[in-house]
Nanobody, 120 residues
Framework: QVRLVESGGGLVQAGGSLRLSCVAS????????MGWYRQAPGKQRELVAT???????QYTESVKGRFTISRDKAKNTVYLQMNSLKPEDTAVYYC??????????????WGQGTQVTVSS
């Protein structure tokens, strides 16, 4: 069974920093893309940052210059360094990954989510 487990959320004051981590575990052939999404109360889930299998990186406009996504492919881990946090960054952050199983099928997996709260 494949699992994505996030860590690193919490409460921080505006202007502060947090680092999220997500590790993929279980039985699979290869992790392709990994990324982060977030969902604020009353809003739809939105893409924050992704790192593709070809190392292509994408950010949503509102976090450019403040957030940095990185991966340790050997550890099947993705990180999200969040600096200069703003109250509007408050949300549940979800790890997402496209993973190729040993049979060749690619599945889309989600983590359980980690709360990030930024106080003003």
């Amino acid at each position: 069974q494949v699992r994505l487990v996030e860590s690193g959320g919490g409460l921080v004051q505006a202007g502060g920093s947090l680092r999220l981590s997500c590790v993929a575990s279980g039985s699979f052939f290869r992790v392709n893309a990994m990324g982060w999404y977030r969902q604020a109360p009353g809003k739809q889930r939105e893409l924050v940052a992704t790192s593709g299998s070809d190392d292509t990186i994408q950010y949503t406009e509102s976090v450019k210059g403040r957030f940095t996504i990185s991966r340790d492919k050997a550890k099947n881990t993705v990180y999200l360094q969040m600096n200069s946090l703003k109250p509007e960054d408050t949300a549940v952050y979800y790890c997402n990954s496209l993973i190729r199983l040993t049979g060749g099928t690619i599945y889309n997996y989600w983590g359980q989510g980690t709360q990030v709260t930024v106080s003003s």
